[in-house]
Nanobody
Framework: QVQLVESGGRSVQTGGSLRLSCGAS????????VGWFRQIPGKERVFVSA????????YYADSVKGRFAISRDNANLTADLQMNDLTPEDTAVYYC????????????????????WGQGTQVTVSS
């Protein structure tokens, strides 16, 4: 069992940066792949980024490539999302999630691939 708690969301202006953190309980987190998703009201949850259980492979949605960076620290059971050059289009609730290490990377962008979810943290970017 893995429990996830996101933190770091707040309001920033366009061009600003934020670092979101996902803290986990449960040792299986260190052998799970981790993803970040975001969601705006009335819309589906959308893939942002993912990282393999070892941290050796990272994946990004086209909309954030070059601006966001995902990382993890298995010793401390955390996974972070560094977000730079933020725009109002990045405004959303951000969720971290964890799934089985045996899941193919082809499915990292799908919400159904994840077994555990955090409660979300709000990011608001103003122009």
């Amino acid at each position: 069992q893995v429990q996830l708690v996101e933190s770091g969301g707040r309001s920033v202006q366009t061009g600003g940066s934020l670092r979101l953190s996902c803290g986990a309980s449960g040792r299986s987190f260190s052998t799970s792949f981790v993803g970040w998703f975001r969601q705006i009201p009335g819309k589906e949850r959308v893939f942002v980024s993912a990282i393999s259980w070892s941290g050796s492979h990272t994946y990004y949605a086209d909309s954030v490539k070059g601006r966001f960076a995902i990382s993890r620290d298995n010793a401390n059971l955390t996974a972070d999302l560094q977000m730079n050059d933020l725009t109002p289009e990045d405004t959303a609730v951000y969720y971290c999630a964890a799934g089985s290490r045996y899941t193919s990377a082809h499915y990292y962008s799908e919400t159904r691939s994840y077994d555990y979810w955090g409660q979300g943290t709000q990011v608001t970017v103003s122009s």
